[in-house]
């Protein structure tokens, strides 16, 4: 086995503690935007879209790559802004002001 | 230090920042901050990826880029909060479909030549980004309607299921064992495909819940995958947090229902109590014994009431009801009673739905209790309001052992003082059971559209303040 799969492992089980732990911290109040904003996260995608599209191999591998460039890029975009615009109305009960 | 190293401590920060940012989205008030390290985090890994050494031409990406966020923005800045569960399905299905396209765009470039493992890893991110795809996308018309809501079963469902399944991995390890073998290798991405389909067609309305849930886990893992197949830990470590939450989340839906995720997913549930309902005729709904009152007495009800309880459903996103529930909070509040909020977490078709239509209509997040924090409660409380809820209120999963909702905990809508249940029709709820809640003497039936009713029933109680004052 090489050893950059061992090291992928490595990261995957430990990321998977770690979000365990972060995630099941997370009230229901918040699944929605949570939902939404691991959304945006896994648009990371674009990074293997980026060098798909951009590495000149050839037409094939150019137009796979610039549609998943595109359809990653919605996500990280849309999926940010909807998470930041849910979070925007979750209020407290407003200050009362005599 | 070389480029490389800059790219992977861009990664790296990148990483940080993601888990920092999920982190402060455990509460409400730094929830926002949160967003904002995410959003760094991925800037950085973008721009740490353009540095890479195998990206030669930029003509592309940038229309690409310009294209996508062009989309993404109007996306992100006009769909409606109603729209909320329908958004998250398509955006599951771009996830997928990046993810698929980015495996094969591999194969083609590295196919011949990559390590076993690289392989491996590149046909399972093909398969699961399919699978992805195109479930989502069956998510998503199930949600719009386009595909019917029930339940589609046949002989054999199951085993045809686990028979792609086990094909499409003999593939994967066909395609390790003889690289050059494209036809398999596409064999594999079409089973993808159809398996997304077929898995999703048995689900009821109902279960969307999870199975949105299952989705993101799949789009996660199959997120992990690509980094296996590029070698890239930023990927691993979005994937796996990524599919994290997705099997957190339809865990906790699951709990919610009192179902197994296997029954979930493999037990069609909805479809043999809606044949009987069927069989039993349209016109048998218990019409006769139910107590059915008009907006006036409802109002009356309510003049008495000191604590009210709302429980909001389905149905409220459906009539987009949130707005006018809350002014029937408000008109309650000012009258002097408390008005508090329980949500189920099974409530709407997505984990939170309900949170986020009533944050949505200025409902101060403080007055919204799961179902643990309040179900107590509900015995000492004047009025209940249900508001489109029918399972998650459905006392027969207390009572009746042979129910199939029997052992989901409910809301105890039934101990109130009075219950006044604002539903369209006697028509059954998505499990297709019938509600002994409604045919109970203390509730008060008010039938119609949510979103007229309550506007109506506002006036209703300002104009029996106004006599009391």
Redesign the interface.
């Known amino acids: ?2 050893t ?2 061992i ?2 492992l490595y ?2 089980v430990l ?2 503690f ?3 732990q ?37 037409v ?3 137009l ?31 200050e009362v002001v005599r | 230090m070389t480029t490389t190293d800059v790219v992977q401590l861009l990664y790296l920060a ?2 940080a920042l ?2 920092l ?3 402060s ?5 730094t ?2 901050r ?2 904002r390290f ?2 760094v ?2 800037l950085l ?2 721009v740490g ?2 540095l ?1 050494h ?5 003509h ?2 940038a ?3 310009v ?3 062009a ?7 006009f ?1 409606p ?1 109603v729209k ?1 569960p329908e ?2 399905a398509l ?2 299905a ?2 997928g ?3 698929a ?2 495996g ?3 194969y ?2 590295h196919g011949a030549h990559a ?1 076993m ?1 690289t392989i491996a890893a590149i046909g399972l991110e093909v398969f699961l980004g399919a699978l992805t795809f195109t479930g989502s996308l069956m998510a998503f018309g199930k949600l719009q309607g386009v595909i019917t809501g029930k339940p589609l079963t046949y002989p054999g469902q199951n085993a045809s299921n686990l028979l792609a399944l086990a094909v499409a991995l003999a593939g994967v390890a066909y395609v390790v064992a003889n690289p050059s073998a494209a036809t398999v290798f596409y064999v594999v991405l079409g089973l993808g495909f159809v398996l997304g389909v077929l898995l999703v067609l048995p689900i009821g309305g109902a279960d969307m819940p999870v199975v ?2 299952l989705l ?1 886990a799949y ?2 893992l ?3 995958a ?21 099997i ?2 339809g865990l ?1 839906m699951s709990k919610a229902m009192n179902r197994s995720f296997r029954n979930v997913v493999f037990g069609a549930v909805g479809s043999a109590p809606a044949a009987a309902a069927a069989a039993a005729g349209p016109g048998a709904a218990p019409t006769s014994s139910a107590n059915v009152g008009s907006l006036e007495d409802a109002a009356a009800v309510l003049a008495s009431a000191r604590s009210v309880i709302i429980v909001p459903g389905y149905g409220m996103a459906v009539s987009q009801a949130q707005h006018v529930v809350r002014d029937l909070a408000n008109a309650l509040a000012a009258g002097g009673a408390e008005v508090r909020y329980a ?1 189920h ?1 099974v409530a709407g078709r ?4 309900m ?2 239509l009533l ?2 209509a ?1 409902v ?5 209790f ?1 179902l643990d924090a309040i179900n107590d409660d509900f015995g000492s409380t004047d009025v209940a309001i249900v508001v489109g809820a029918n399972d998650v209120v459905n006392p027969a999963a207390k009572t009746q052992p042979n129910s199939p909702i029997f052992g989901m905990p409910v809301l105890a809508v039934d101990q109130a003082r009075t219950a006044i249940c604002f539903k369209r029709s006697f028509n059954p709820g998505f499990a297709g059971i019938e509600n002994e809640l409604f045919t109970k003497p203390s509730t008060m039936m008010v039938l119609g559209d949510a979103k007229k009713s309550l506007a109506e029933l506002v006036q209703a109680v300002k104009s029996e303040a106004k006599l009391a004052a």
């Open positions: 086995m090489s950059t799969l090291m992928g990261v995957f990321g998977a770690v979000g365990w972060v995630l099941s911290k997370v009230p229901h109040l918040l699944h929605t935007p949570l939902m939404s904003a691991t959304n945006a996260i896994s648009g990371i995608s674009l990074v293997g879209s980026l060098v798909a599209a951009g590495s000149d191999h050839d094939l591998t150019t796979l790559g610039s549609v998943a460039v595109v359809a990653a890029t919605i996500n990280v975009v849309g999926g940010f802004l909807i998470t930041d615009r849910m979070l925007k109305m979750f209020k407290k009960k407003p | 990148a990483s993601f888990i940012g999920l982190q989205m455990g509460k409400a008030d929830a926002r949160g967003v995410a959003e985090g991925m890994a973008v990826t353009l890479h195998e990206i030669i031409s930029y592309w990406i229309i690409s880029i294209i996508g966020s989309i993404g923005t109007a996306m992100g800045l769909i909060m909320m958004r998250i955006s599951h771009f996830g479909l990046a993810v396209l980015v094969v765009s591999e083609v470039r390590p493992l949105i849930c993101n789009a996660g199959a997120a992990a690509t980094g296996f197949a590029l070698g890239n830990n930023v990927l691993i470590i979005c994937g796996a947090l990524d599919g994290g939450s997705g957190i989340l906790m949500i977490p997505m984990p939170g739905h949170n986020v944050a949505e200025n101060p997040y403080e007055q919204l799961d």
